[in-house]
């Protein structure tokens, strides 16, 4: 059954409890939504009875042997725009550029559990009150009505409070956003998580009274991932490289189970906000970190992609993150810590390569595949001369590669750079040079990096650049999708 | 390996020696100063590492 209700505007969304059963908790749902939605949403279809797989696997495994009866089933809401139109009898969604999935701003599925009842949900973050910068998203798929239609998004729910808690919810996520953006791994439901935490079936409510930080580690290891735990240091609220490795994690695409000691509380940590370009003269060299606004976490208690400010926000900040572990893929050992350290000393390479002043620039370091980066090149190919355009391609990079940018505070303001770093991600910690590439716009520095022990001297070429002195040198954001408010 | 090495890097024209003075200096700072600091780093990292992971999280 299907049930289309035209919202004016978003305080439309009251009428919700004359359609579900309070089992679904319509009222607190709508207040959220309220609250938590833009105007943008103008038309809401409810389709009931929907199956949901996450839900099923706590039903069949808690629900289900509880003395209370509980639905099987749950409630799907969905959300378009104004220009979606529903027709009752053919139960036919269409709007006029035929195009629906332009007009589709995701879903929400609602469980019949009395409390904490918003389940699955896929929703774009342009329609989110509140939400800026840019996130890590994924194309979902929705089936609907023989319809097939797509929301780019982050996974988020609420925790189930009696099987679940903050930590399995962060987690969930996570993994859920990995099955959807990357084949090699496999999709995780919630009854899943909660197994995959503990060494044994600890049954009933025990996974309710919580994860130690040591569970959600061994939960991304189930997962066929290798999560590096990387903590910040004790007593030090600032320790800026613990922050810069954050934000370096969050550009590369990795979204980060952070943790918060004193709150004992979990979230995913999905995307950031710039801070208006500054002038600062005379501020010494800075990080991507230091021009950091805020950052976008999906947190269980609230609708996703909430924004936190770096010191003293509502409902916390950015300081209250202690800690994060990063889900990593197989083959990246040279730790952020090591990329941290080494980047500024590119700059004593700065007389060869042709690089600014060190106290004028902005350093932001990043993960990427060597695959990704000649993508990039590819689709930039007039802004690199032809000779460093076939070094970039001929490179055998391993699958991974650090990325070292360094820009003035101008360039990082218009987007562009004024050199940049490729490091091998599978080097060692005692590598003395894990570069394969090192240019600017005037020279390129080529590191033959295949012979182990070979003398670095001898190893490394340069190449003399023409025609890049007046063109763009784009800084490569690859992996966050911009958030544009609806 | 030569081989190899020739089929990826010798074909592209206008590749000359770099100077090696900047790059043993690069080289000899990053051996004696920066890996040390690194390693004392990820060793610190990793020391805190194995408290955090008592940390309870469940609200």
Request: proline fraction near 5%; charged fraction near 25%.
């Amino acid at each position: 059954m299907y049930t289309w209700i035209p919202l004016t505007t978003a305080a439309d969304l009251t009428k919700l409890k004359d359609f579900v059963t309070p089992e679904y908790k319509p009222e607190q749902v709508a207040d959220k939504l309220i609250n938590g939605i833009s105007n943008a949403v103008k038309g809401l279809l409810i389709e009931h009875g929907y199956v949901d797989k996450d839900y099923r696997s706590t039903y069949y495994n808690f629900y289900s042997k509880k003395g209370q009866k509980y639905n099987a089933d749950c409630v799907r809401l969905h959300f378009f725009d104004e220009t979606v139109d529903f027709d009752k009898t053919y139960l036919r969604l269409s709007c006029k550029d035929k195009e629906l999935h332009d007009h589709y701003f995701g879903y929400m599925v609602l469980r019949p559990t009395g409390i904490a009842t918003i389940g699955r949900s896929v929703l774009t973050p342009d329609v989110r009150s509140g939400a800026t910068g840019s996130i890590i998203a994924a194309y979902h798929y929705v089936h609907l009505l023989g319809y097939t239609l797509r929301v780019q998004g982050f996974p988020s729910m609420d925790q189930h409070v009696d099987i679940s808690v903050c930590a399995h919810v962060a987690c969930w996520s996570i993994l859920r956003h990995y099955s959807v953006d990357q084949s090699n791994y496999r999709e995780h439901l919630v009854h899943d998580i909660t197994l995959m935490a503990q060494q044994f079936n600890p049954g009933g409510l025990v996974p309710s009274r919580g994860l130690e930080l040591s569970h959600a580690e061994r939960v991304f290891q189930q997962a066929g991932t290798f999560p590096m735990n990387i903590a910040r240091r004790d007593g030090d609220v600032t320790d800026p490289s613990f922050y810069r490795q954050l934000i370096a994690y969050v550009e590369s695409g990795f979204p980060l189970f952070a943790a918060m000691h004193k709150r004992k509380h979990a979230i995913a940590v999905i995307g950031c906000a710039w801070r208006a370009p500054i002038d600062e003269v005379g501020a010494g060299m800075r990080y991507a970190w230091d021009e950091v606004k805020s950052l976008v976490v999906v947190d269980d208690n609230y609708l996703p992609y909430l924004s936190i400010s770096r010191q003293g926000g509502s409902p916390y900040a950015i300081e209250d993150i202690d800690d994060f572990i990063v889900a990593l893929p197989e083959k990246i050992y040279y730790p952020a810590d090591a990329v941290d350290g080494l980047a500024p000393t590119l700059f004593r390479l700065g007389t060869v390569v042709g690089l600014p002043p060190q106290d004028e620039t902005i350093i932001r370091y990043f993960i990427s595949t060597g695959s990704a980066f000649r993508r990039f090149v590819r689709e930039r190919e007039s802004e690199f001369d032809t000779k460093l355009f076939e070094v970039i391609m001929a490179l055998p990079y391993a699958q991974y590669v650090w990325v070292v940018e360094i820009s003035t505070g101008a360039q990082w303001a218009s987007g562009q750079i004024a050199a940049r770093a490729v490091l091998d991600a599978t080097a060692s910690l005692r590598d003395p040079v894990p570069l394969w590439l090192f240019h600017s716009r005037a020279r390129a520095l080529i590191f033959d990096r295949r012979t182990v022990g070979s003398d670095v001297t001898k190893s490394v070429s340069v190449l003399e650049l023409t025609g890049m002195e007046q063109t763009a040198l784009t800084c490569m954001t690859q992996n966050l999708r911009p958030t544009q408010s609806k | 390996m030569n081989n190899e090495k020739a089929v990826v890097i010798d074909p592209i024209s206008g590749l000359s020696p770099a100077d090696p003075t900047a790059l043993m200096d690069f080289a000899r700072e990053m051996t004696e100063e920066v890996i040390p600091k690194i390693v004392k780093v990820v060793e610190e990292r990793r020391l805190r590492a194995t408290e955090t992971r008592l940390w309870q999280l469940k609200c």
